[in-house]
Structures are given as structure tokens and as C-alpha cells.
């Protein structure tokens, strides 16, 4: 078994099960999520009948690397895993306002108060069954939901290894492969796992839920008044458009979406993102951002607007730079934040999905 997939209450009464001391909770607890152990010998304040228990009961990693790339420009590192049934899924960390960023980039791709951020993106599911048209995962086809452990060792894999280099993960966007809102319970009790004050203690307001728009769940997430943030991703203002592009609108209709997002802003007093994938001609043209902007008038919100990734089952373009402040700027005369996210890493094919995609093709 995987020893993420244990929350703190389970490991507890684990160790009571085996006859040991109340502490030793604790003490396994903190070597996993403060000192990121990955093998029962590094917890030396255990007794060695308790490591050796531990090691035949247990795994520490549930994936084995299967490619490392680094884009070009050095900020972005993508990790491809293989699980056990030989799934693959991706993580990528992006590394945003480094002294030695170039200057013509970290402006834009920075914003306020993102200092040396190191932000993680992660799966919730290899592939998805949500079938976007332009996405990567999505023209994989949904495999299977990742359990909540495998979910945190993503989070530990990185964590590991900027600790090698005195660097801790700032933020961490459920924004790889698959959709979160489809495996809400493996989710969330990874953001609870890792969010724990006596473990990793990672803030709630650091961590970002992305979300193709599931009604139901949004409404859950906002019931829950959890202080993790929320994306919703948009991508169109006619139900006939968007439901051209995501499969997912002919179920939960733009009004319904957007209602469940106002609700969500009442419930929480929190501000929500719309993600937008600029596709030429598509949905970047300055009468899309008024109409989108009338839409939105009123509901506490953000717009993060990325020029599309191009893959492989997809025949859209990127919008050019030129367009895409066109965009925005729209959209802010009209009153409605927005800003636009640099692709990232695009060299390794940073939109999640495609390296899994290549990878399963070959
Ligand atoms: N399933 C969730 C989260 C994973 S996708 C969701 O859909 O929101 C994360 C974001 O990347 C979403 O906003 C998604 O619409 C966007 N995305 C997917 N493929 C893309 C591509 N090829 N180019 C740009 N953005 C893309
Ligand atoms: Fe799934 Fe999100 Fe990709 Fe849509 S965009 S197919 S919901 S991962």
C-alpha cells in the first residue's frame, strides 16, 4: 500500500493496531511531510523492528519516472510517471521570478507578489473522460481516477527535490491531467492531507482547483467554504460554441455554470479565475471579450487568458501576442480583470497531456 493514501486518523490507529506508543504517529507523520522520507531506514527516530514493519507494509512512491525534460529556458521541469498498471501521468514545476529571469518575460508572467514562486501542476486522473476537444488529455480518453496518495506523491516528488536545492513548492494548481471535480473525494482529501498544520502544512489559499465547469461540484465546493482557489474553465460565451469545444456544456449550460460560480463568490467572499485558451479566430476577437464581459458584469471575478497550446487532435492556432492584448484589454474597459499567462515551457510540450500522448503513441 501506499503510505500517502493513510491520512493522520488511519496511520494512528494503524500503530495502535501494532502495539506501538501513541508518539510514533507523530513521528512517522513528520518524517513524511516535513523531512520527505522515501525509504523506512531514513526514519531514524523509529525503532528498527517499527522501519523494517513499516517497509514491508508500505511503498513510498506509487510511479516510476518514465522522462524528465526541461524546457529551454530552464524555468519549467515536466515529469512523466508511470504507475504500476502502467498509466501515465504528468507533473510540471514552474519556476516564476527568479533573479536571473529574463527581464522581457518575468513582467508579464510574474504579476504582483510572485517572487520566486515555485508552482506545482498536477494530475488528478490519468486522462479524462471529459473529452475538450482541444485538449491533450482529453483526446486520451479517461483511464482511471488517481487515488488521493497518489495524488500527494506527486507533491512529495518535487517537494524532495527542491529541498535538494534549499527550495520549498509555493503554490500547487490542480491543473495537470484530468478533472478534479470528477474525483472530488480523492482530491480533496489530498489537499486536506497536505494542507495538515502537523505535516506539510501547505496553506489552503496556495492551492488552485481548476474545474471544466461541473455544476454539482462547484456548488459542493462552495458549501464547504474551503479557502482553496477556484478556476473555471470557459473558453466560449454561446452554449453552441462552447459545447462544440467541450462536451461538458450540454450538460451544464454557461447560465448554470456561471450561476453556480456566483454562488460560489456568496458563499466564500472569494474571487473566482475563468481560464480562457485563446484560439484564433476562434474566441479572441474584441466582440467575443464585450460579450464575454457583459456575461461576467457583476460576479467577483478574474480572467486568465492563454494563448492555446496546438496538439496533435486539435486544428486551432494560437492567438499572437498582439490579439491577445487586444483581448484583454477589451475585456478591462469593460470593467473585468484579465491577464494574460505566458505558455510556459511550450518546448516540452508543457500542456498536460501531450507528453502522455506521445508517449502512448509511440
Ligand atoms: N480539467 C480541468 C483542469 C485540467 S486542464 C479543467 O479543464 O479545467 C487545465 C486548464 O488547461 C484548463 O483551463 C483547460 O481548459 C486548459 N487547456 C487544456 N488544453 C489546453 C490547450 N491545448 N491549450 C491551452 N489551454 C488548455
Ligand atoms: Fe479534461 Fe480539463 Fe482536458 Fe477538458 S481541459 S479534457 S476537463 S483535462
Known sequence: MLIYDLDFPELTKLLKEWKEPAYRAKQVWQGLYQHFYDTSEQFTTLPKSLRDKIAEHFTFSP???????????GFTRKTLFELPDKNLIEAVLMRYGDPADNPQISPSTTGRGAKNRRTLCISSQAGCAMGCVFCA?????????????????????????????????????????????????????????????????????????????????????????????????????????????????????????????EYYVMQTSRRVTFEWALISGVNDTPEIARKLA?????????????????????????????????????????????????????????????????????
Open 63 to 73: 510511479f516510476s519516472v518514465k522522462v524528465v525534460q526541461d524546457s529551454s529556458d
Open 137 to 261: 488529455t482529453g483526446q486520451l480518453g479517461f483511464k482511471r481516477h488517481l487515488s488521493s496518495g497518489e495524488i500527494v506523491a506527486q507533491v512529495m516528488y518535487y517537494a524532495r527535490q527542491l529541498k535538494a536545492q534549499d527550495e520549498v513548492v509555493t503554490n500547487i494548481v490542480l491543473m495537470g491531467m484530468g478533472e478534479p471535480f470528477h474525483n472530488y473525494e480523492n482530491t480533496m482529501a489530498a489537499i486536506d492531507r497536505l494542507n495538515d498544520a502537523d505535516g506539510f502544512n501547505f496553506g489552503a489559499r496556495r492551492f488552485t482547483i481548476s474545474t471544466v465547469g461541473m455544476v454539482p461540484a462547484i456548488k459542493r465546493f462552495a458549501d464547504e467554504k474551503r479557502q482553496v482557489n477556484l478556476a473555471v474553465s470557459l473558453h466560449a460565451v454561446d452554449d453552441e460554441s462552447r459545447s462544440a469545444m467541450m462536451p461538458v456544456n450540454r450538460r451544464y449550460k454557461i447560465e448554470e455554470v456561471l450561476d453556480a460560480c
Open 294 to 362: 457583459a456575461k461576467l458584469r457583476g460576479l467577483m471575478c478574474h480572467v486568465n487568458a492563454i494563448p492555446l497550446n496546438p496538439t496533435a487532435g486539435f486544428s486551432g492556432k494560437a492567438t499572437d501576442r498582439e490579439r491577445a492584448i487586444i483581448f484583454r484589454e477589451t475585456l478591462e474597459q469593460s470593467g473585468i480583470p484579465c491577464t494574460i499567462r505566458m505558455r510556459r515551457g511550450i518546448d516540452i510540450a508543457a500542456g498536460c497531456g501531450q507528453l502522455a500522448g506521445a508517449e502512448t503513441k509511440k
